[in-house]
């Protein structure tokens, strides 16, 4: 595919998968804009976003489409982990999981449509994960977000078919990025466990012995958002290494 002169929007692309999709649409010619608490750079496509707060959400989504006057790809990439039993969740925690996952993509997807309605024509990419299929020990609200982002990924695939628009979720299983390192240093905390030997004991856990990185999974959205998949809407894409087959 043709990336030049392309426009996409990805939210938390300063870190691990988001990143490592966006740096691979821009070695291919598009222009990519980060919506990001905070920058990794001083690209003039950072935009400062909270996907917590929907007028956020919008005035960022706004300012791309007055820039470019176009977004022909959105990937919804932003959210965050939580290690914890239902019991063991704050109100707090609830809340910005929630928040961040459900609510941020929502609106996030909302700000978008109607600019690729306009188009009638765009093609958009949920963040979703292995526990859109499947359960996780402590877990719970993480994995409630996570398989609501696949039935927002259906619905939303059914309504936008007509206007040329395409929804697709992506859905990784253990990847090393600092999200996931972040769920190892709290597991770890919690059961007195030793960092280094959880992180590696989650490779003998995988069908193909070994856990992912950013640039797989970026490969795959890259060819969810491309029209060369013209064909396909509505899909979760399994990219675990064989976890959720078992």
Not at 35 to 44: E, M, Q
Not at 140 to 162: F, M, R
Not at 192 to 202: K, R
């Amino acid at each position: 595919m043709n990336w030049n002169d392309k426009v996409a929007i990805i939210t938390g692309a300063s870190t691990g998968i988001g990143k490592a999709t966006k740096d691979l649409l821009e070695s291919n010619g598009c222009r990519v804009y980060n919506l990001d608490i905070t920058a990794a750079d001083g690209s003039p496509y950072f935009i400062r976003c909270d996907v917590r707060d929907r007028h956020a959400i919008k005035a960022a989504v706004d300012d791309v489409f007055n820039r470019e006057q176009r977004i022909d790809f959105l990937f919804a990439n932003a959210g965050i982990h939580l290690f914890a039993s239902m019991e063991e969740t704050s109100d707090e925690e609830f809340d910005n999981v929630l928040n961040t996952n459900i609510v941020g993509t929502f609106y996030l997807v909302k700000s978008v449509l109607p600019h690729m309605k306009a188009q009638q024509k765009g093609s958009i990419v949920l963040m979703g994960s292995d526990q859109s299929w499947v359960g996780k020990a402590q877990s719970s609200v993480y994995g409630l977000t996570k398989g609501a982002i696949g039935q927002l990924t259906k619905s939303t695939a059914i309504d936008y078919a007509p206007h040329g628009i395409r929804v697709n979720c992506i859905c990784p299983g253990t990847i090393d990025t600092p999200l996931l390192h972040k769920a190892v240093k709290r597991y770890s905390t919690l059961n007195a466990a030793n960092e280094a030997e959880v992180l590696h004991s989650l490779n003998s856990i995988q069908p193909m012995g070994r856990i992912g990185r950013p640039e797989e999974i970026a490969a795959v959205v890259a060819f969810l958002l491309s029209d060369e998949n013209s064909f396909m809407t509505g899909s979760l894409v399994s990219a675990d290494g064989g976890y959720v087959c078992q």
